[in-house]
């Protein structure tokens, strides 16, 4: 038994995979903003430009579970003058909502948001819709990679692989592609939908594998 355990190699390997993935999906968040001197107001009008972009989404075939809101504040406005107290001028209501469409409709949603209400497109983010299924696949590749060093080493040394003693998971990993498109706010309402370019997603995994070699 002793020169068994003698004969055995403990090796510890690490394996990594990283690959891009052409995203399915865009979430575009978009932002309603209404100003008015009251809060009866400042609400009444953000009900009214949500619901016409609502409308909007709906003639492009988006459906209720495709939409929800992200946030919905209402915050006072002053006139700040230097040596006296702030003057109440109004209200803003924001309310942030968050779309789900395929990558071909996304510049068509943001042109049509913005003609129908919405005061900016806040971020674009492009992704797969079934993000598990890439990182299992990221996992699987980053375990098949330890032991494809582990097999080298063996083998170097004229020994096998022998058993699998212990496996870490070091991270896995998934970035989408994040437009922040606060730079052009709103889209014209007679320009046509604008080019969108969704990119790729990251996807990868790293672990440690540790194995017995005899």
Same mark, same amino acid.
């Given at each position: 038994? *002793?020169?068994s355990?003698?004969a055995?190699?403990?090796?510890q390997? /690490?394996?990594?995979s990283q690959?891009?993935v052409?995203?399915? %999906?865009?979430?575009?968040?978009?932002v309603?903003?209404?100003?008015?001197d009251?809060?009866?107001?400042?609400?009444?009008?953000?009900?009214?430009?949500?619901?016409?972009?609502?409308?909007?989404?709906?003639?492009q075939g988006?459906?209720?579970?495709?939409?929800?809101?992200?946030?919905?504040?209402?915050n #006072?406005?002053y006139?700040?003058?230097?040596?006296k107290?702030?003057?109440?001028?109004?209200?803003q209501v924001?309310?942030?909502?968050?779309?789900?469409?395929?990558i071909?409709?996304?510049?068509?949603?943001?042109?049509?948001?913005?003609r129908?209400?919405?005061?900016?497109?806040?971020?674009?983010r *492009?992704?797969?819709?079934?993000?598990t299924? /890439?990182?299992?696949?990221a996992?699987?590749?980053?375990?098949?990679?330890?032991?494809r060093?582990?097999?080298?080493i063996a083998?170097?040394?004229?020994k096998?692989v022998?058993?699998i %003693?212990?496996?870490n998971? /070091?991270?896995? *990993?998934?970035? #989408?592609v994040m437009?922040? %498109?606060?730079? *052009?706010?709103a889209? /014209?309402?007679d320009?046509?939908?604008?080019?969108?370019p969704?990119?790729?997603?990251t996807?990868g995994a790293?672990?440690?594998v540790?194995?017995?070699?005899?």
């Amino acid at each position: 038994a *002793f020169a068994s355990e003698a004969a055995k190699t403990v090796v510890q390997v /690490s394996g990594a995979s990283q690959q891009e993935v052409t995203p399915d %999906t865009a979430r575009i968040s978009l932002v309603v903003n209404s100003i008015q001197d009251t809060i009866e107001k400042a609400k009444a009008d953000n009900v009214r430009q949500v619901n016409k972009v609502l409308a909007a989404l709906r003639d492009q075939g988006i459906g209720s579970e495709q939409i929800k809101t992200d946030t919905y504040q209402i915050n #006072p406005l002053y006139n700040y003058e230097k040596d006296k107290l702030p003057v109440l001028k109004g209200y803003q209501v924001t309310q942030r909502l968050e779309v789900r469409t395929g990558i071909e409709q996304a510049g068509t949603i943001v042109n049509e948001v913005t003609r129908a209400g919405a005061n900016e497109i806040a971020s674009i983010r *492009f992704e797969t819709a079934d993000e598990t299924s /890439s990182k299992d696949k990221a996992l699987q590749e980053a375990i098949q990679d330890a032991l494809r060093k582990a097999e080298v080493i063996a083998g170097t040394l004229h020994k096998r692989v022998a058993n699998i %003693t212990l496996i870490n998971e /070091s991270g896995v *990993f998934y970035n #989408p592609v994040m437009l922040e %498109t606060r730079m *052009f706010k709103a889209v /014209s309402a007679d320009s046509g939908a604008p080019n969108i370019p969704a990119g790729k997603v990251t996807v990868g995994a790293n672990v440690q594998v540790t194995v017995e070699l005899e």
